[in-house]
C-alpha cells in the first residue's frame, strides 16, 4: 500500500504557485509575498535621538555628577522631522526630541532626567558615553538590502516592514480557490430541519475552515447526494476552481460513487487508500492538471488527511515556503497500541511542563469522534513501523495549535 510520504510525494510533484497580483498593503495581512522587498533608504536614515534631552559632546561632561554638574549653552532646539540643526561645537548642547537628527559635531544624548532642563544653560548631572541614546543610521535596515523574501507570509511585523520601506502596494501570489462538495443522501446542513435518520453536515464547514487557514478560498457546493447524475453535476462544477475537495463516498460501499464519476469525468486518478489512520480510504486524482481530493467521510479523516496531504499541496499552490506544523518530542501519558502497517495519527492535548511536552491522548480515536479532535492541540505522529508505545516513552507530535 502507498505510504503517506508517496502520497505526498505525488501530489506536490511539478507544483508551482498559481500567479501572482498587486494589492494595497492594508490588504496584505496573511497574505504570501511573491517578490523579494528592498529597502530603499537606510532606517534610520540618519543619526537620531533615542531620549527626550540635550545632544552633547561625551568629552565636555566627562566629570559630569548631581554633586558637581557641568553647565552647556544651549544653541538651539531640534524636533522630530526638522530637516536641518544647528551644529555645536565644545561646551554647547541642542536641546533634542526622540527621532530628531543628532546635531553635526554631536556624539551623545543626555536625558532630559539628567540635566535640569536648562533653557540658555543646561546643568548636566550625568557623564554620557559617546554613542548613548544615539540610534545609528542603517541600525535596523541597510539601503538595498532585502527586508522581506518572496514566499514569507505576510504578519503584522512584515507588513509594518513594507510600509516603512515606502511600500503602499505589494505582490503577492493568488490565493487558491478550493471548491468544497460534501456527498451522501444523509447530510443535512446545519440550521435545515433534520429527520432521525439523518446527520448534520459538518465536513463542509470544517473543510471551509481549514482552507482559510492555510491561505485558501472556500467555495461551498452543498451536498451531493448518492447518485451519478448529482455527484457528476457537482463535480463537474468544481473541476473549474484551483482544487476540488469531495468528502466522502470514496470507500468500498455500495453508496461510494466518487471514483466511478471521476473515471466518467475525464480525471486521472493518481492513487486511491493510503497506508494511514485515519484516513486510509483516501483518493487523489487531476483534471487539466488541477488537483483533486477524494477525502474519506469520517469527520476526523477528513480533518486528519486535509492536515497531512492537502496543507502542504495548498501551500505549495499559495507560494508559501513554510510547510510544515511544528512537530515536538512528547512523553506519552499512558500506552498506545496499534497494528503494524499504517502511520497512525492520534489525537492528543499537549502541554509543556517543568521543561517537557506532555501528551495526553483525548479519548475515543474512531474517525468519526470529533470530540476527540475538538479536544486535541496536537496529532501523536506513529509511523507505519510503530506497534506499540509504553507510558513515558517519547513520541513526535505535530502540534496543530500554539500552546495556551
Ligand atoms: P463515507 O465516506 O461517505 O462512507 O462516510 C463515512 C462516514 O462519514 C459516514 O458515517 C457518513 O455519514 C459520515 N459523513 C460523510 N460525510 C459527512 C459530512 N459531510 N459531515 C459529517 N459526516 C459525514
Ligand atoms: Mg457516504
Redo the contacts with the bound molecule.
Sequence with gaps: MLSLDEAIKITMSGVAPLGCEQISVEAALHRVLASNITAERDQPPWDNAQMDGYAVLSGDIKTASPNAPVGLRVVGRVMAGDAATVPITTRQAVRIMTGAPIPLGADSVVKVEDTDGGDDIVQIRRASPPGAYVRQRGEDVQSGSVVLHSGEHLTPARIGMLAATGHASVSVYRRPRVAIL???N??VEPGLPIGNHQ??????YTLAAQVCECGGVPVRLG?AVDTHQDLREKIARGLSSDMLLI?????A?E??LVLTVWKELGVELKFWKVAMRPGH?LAFGTFNGRPLFGL????VS?MVTFEQVVRPLLFALSGFTGRSRPLVEAIVSAPIYKPRGFCHFVRAAVSFVNGAYHATVTGNQGS?ILSSMVLANGLIVLPEACEHVNAGDRVQVQLLTTLP
Excluded: K, M, Y
Design positions: 460534501a456527498t451522501g444523509e447530510l446527520i448534520r453536515n459538518s465536513n463542509s451536498i468528502a466522502g463516498g470514496v470507500s460501499g453508496a461510494d480510504p474519506p467521510g469520517n469527520p477528513s468519526g
